[in-house]
């Protein structure tokens, strides 16, 4: 196993993590605001960029993808793509003109700087009542960075696990208990979008619906897949529910769901979805009594590779066929950076 040690490297928070055509991996650091390059062993190779607004500075990171041409990498907050040469210097610089047709929000950008995806987000109900907890449309689109066009690549039937409550001068976010909302995710190359969708399984169990369109709008993938029993009983589930719409009205509801105590951490059974740029996925899960996470692997087309366990403390950064850049937190909140090779059902 691969491990890139926080306490080894100094690293800070980790934000974006690719690896490379060669096996190389990229860090990125959100503090310092730079990207630490490592051998496929975990040797340190070297740094490129730092906090800033100069060329070869970031504010932020919104996506890294090596290329032919080296490390092409996106700041949404300056709203431009550097390409760094193999050397580490920087080899081109490109300001981006977000199209008129593009909404006025963060969006993300292929490698070749001519595409960028958004997925328009409605804005949360401040009452159950008008629609917390239901479903609303959820469009996908793609814009050309070179023109005007804006494309739907697909819409999901997004359901809001969430209210924005106004309390005085200022609005509260109030999670909705037990409520289990669609998961996105999209490859760096921008070819392939994933959603997932829950699904009601019989005998008190979980499962979901996975759905891979590409950015010509073919579809890749749509298959079921069950997971583990359900950690909550379905009539504590369902009065919660059904008490919501009088519940929503009551002023210490926000406070209420904010600090978590009717959503256990077993809850959702799908947290993450990672895209390869194969159109491979692989869906972060929680089952069981005890929550235990893990991530189910699904091939282009379908078919189930395996289950990898992984920590209550990791997030899925980035995905191949059949390996994963997961990031692990310890109890001191050191982030350390692992390859896990996905476990093949026999």
Sequence with gaps: MVRIAAADHEL???AKVIRGRDG?????????GNIIHFAANARRLGVVGRKGEGPGEFQAVGGMQDTDRGLVVFDPMLRRVTTFAASGRVAATRALTRPAALP?????????AKQAVYIHYPTPPSTATQGAGKFRSVPVFLASLGGESLSTLVVSDGRFCSLQVQ????????????????????SSNLKYHAIATPTPVAS??????????SSRGDT????RHLLGPSPI???VRDSVIDALPARSREPGLAAEMIRGGLIPHTYPPVTEVAVSDDGDVWVTTRSGPTGSKGALVVLRGGRELGYTPLPRTSWVRWVGQSEGLIVEEDADGLQDVVL???????
């Excluded at 890749?220 to 298959?223: D, F």
């Excluded at 896990?340 to 026999?346: G, H």
């Design 12 to 14: 800070s928070t980790v």
């Design 24 to 32: 190389t991996i990229w860090i990125s650091q959100p503090q310092d």
């Design 104 to 112: 006025p929000a963060a969006f993300v950008v292929a490698g070749d």
């Design 167 to 186: 309390r005085g001068n200022g609005v509260v976010g109030a999670g909705i208990p037990y409520c289990h909302a669609d998961r996105w995710g999209v």
């Design 204 to 213: 008190g169990s979980t499962g979901f619906e996975l759905l891979v369109v």
């Design 220 to 223: 890749v993938t749509r298959s």
């Design 233 to 235: 009983p379905g009539r």
């Design 340 to 346: 896990y090779r996905a476990r093949a059902r026999k």
